[in-house]
């Protein structure tokens, strides 16, 4: 929470990193340790785009330029109940999100810088192993859709 945006936008992104060979980058949370995910993030305005928040939250998150690759807006979303212990970053009675997910293609051995406030390893894996890994339902979900949406 910030003074000019009190809370967060319950408007979010989900962005599966893959190589062409289908090798998925997972992220480990600082704030819960052990929690392995893609990226994710939420608008930081209304009027942000869900494309301008991937691009925003990929080079914030990792360190990659979106356009080293190829971002592919999957028409996909999903839509939860926002966990309890991230409730108090919304306002009164907003219980649910949003979320919109993409793919962005890179080439294999893109360096990844991480943001020690917000992760604090990362892994590539195997498709199937990195949807295995991952903690969230939805996040799992979108990394075994990956294979349709190879072009």
């Not at 009027?47 to 356009?67: C, K, L, M, N």
């Not at 919304?90 to 991480?114: D, I, K, Q, S």
């Not at 604090?120 to 339902?137: G, I, K, N, V």
Request: include cysteine.
């Amino acid at each position: 929470m910030t003074p000019d945006r009190p809370y967060k936008i319950p408007l979010s992104v989900l962005v599966v990193i893959h190589t062409p060979a289908l090798d998925v980058l997972l992220i480990n949370r600082a704030d819960t340790p052990g929690t392995w995910q893609s990226v994710t993030g939420s608008k930081d305005t209304e009027d942000e785009t869900f494309e301008q928040t991937a691009i925003r939250e990929v080079r914030e998150e990792t360190g990659i330029d979106t356009s080293i690759g190829k971002l592919t807006d999957w028409n996909i979303e999903n839509v939860y109940t926002i966990y309890a212990h991230y409730l108090h970053r919304y306002a009164p009675g907003v219980a649910r999100n949003r979320e919109h997910v993409f793919g962005l293609c890179v080439p294999a051995g893109t360096p990844v810088t991480l943001n020690p406030r917000e992760h604090t390893a990362y892994q590539w894996l195997p498709w199937r192993e990195a949807a295995d890994r991952c903690f969230s339902p939805s996040n799992a979900e979108a990394i075994l859709m990956l294979p349709e949406f190879i072009q």
